[in-house]
């Protein structure tokens, strides 16, 4: 809990990450009470303390062990649907050219999450500059009307634990308006996944929604 602290008045972390960690950390102390407990009750007195504090010491340094399958990072996948009820050009110009991105950041703050400012687009090349740093992307798909996909080929830097891979957008058109979808690849080294994937994508999705959030209202504003 200490260390968490640290983290959080250090600035490493921000405090919700800190706060989400909490469950984790208190199912463990659960967890090594009971078997505290348990060892102190039906062993100590058989075998005397220094035998089952050898074996709890082994059995302590195995803890962090993991196999190689567990240290590779695992894919999250994330998409996102907003209705821009606007014609195909300025939809694809908002969402391709993009431009200045502006919006409620207060979520996203609070949060401790990269807050987007623009993106440009210069051939194949395609660079969205945050208050934290920037990321270099380049176009491998683009397909007006239908499908704009990038390659993630250097980002800032967000989590030590996750990595984007890959972005894109796909359009459908519908009676008067169209249909945008984001989707995101990202990597994760984060453990257990079963705890934090929904977190991690909630998050993701926050992004999607700032982002083309500016860009909808930049394609229905349009003249």
């Not at 505290?36 to 007195?45: E, S």
């Not at 050898?54 to 695992?74: A, H, Q, R």
């Not at 308006?177 to 977190?199: A, G, N, Q």
Request: with cysteine; glycine share 8%; aromatic share 12%.
């Amino acid at each position: 809990m200490f260390s968490l602290l640290v983290l959080v008045f250090t600035g490493v972390e921000g405090v919700v990450c800190v706060l989400l960690a909490f469950p984790i950390l208190f199912i463990g102390i659960g967890i090594g009470a009971c078997v505290g407990y348990l060892i102190g009750r039906k062993f100590i007195h058989r075998y005397g303390n220094i035998t089952v504090v050898t074996v709890c010491l082994v059995l302590m340094s195995l803890v962090g062990w993991t196999n190689d399958e567990m240290k590779n990072p695992e894919e999250l996948i994330v998409e996102t649907t907003l209705r821009f009820d606007a014609p195909m050009d300025r939809v694809w110009s908002a969402v391709v050219d993009t431009g200045s991105l502006e919006g409620n950041d207060s979520v996203l703050s609070a949060l401790g999450l990269p807050i987007p400012i623009r993106c440009e687009l210069d051939g194949r090349r395609r660079v969205c500059y945050f208050e934290e740093g920037e990321m270099l992307q380049q176009v491998i798909t683009s397909k007006y009307g239908h499908e704009f996909k990038v390659k993630i080929v250097e980002s800032l830097h967000v989590r030590d634990w996750v990595e984007f891979k890959n972005a894109g957008y796909t359009f459908v058109q519908g009676d008067g308006y169209v249909e945008v979808t984001r989707r995101d690849k990202i990597t994760s080294t984060l453990r257990p996944r079963w705890y934090w994937h929904w977190f991690e994508a909630q998050c993701v999705q926050l992004e999607h929604r700032y982002v083309m959030e500016s860009m909808k209202r930049k394609a229905e504003l349009k003249e």
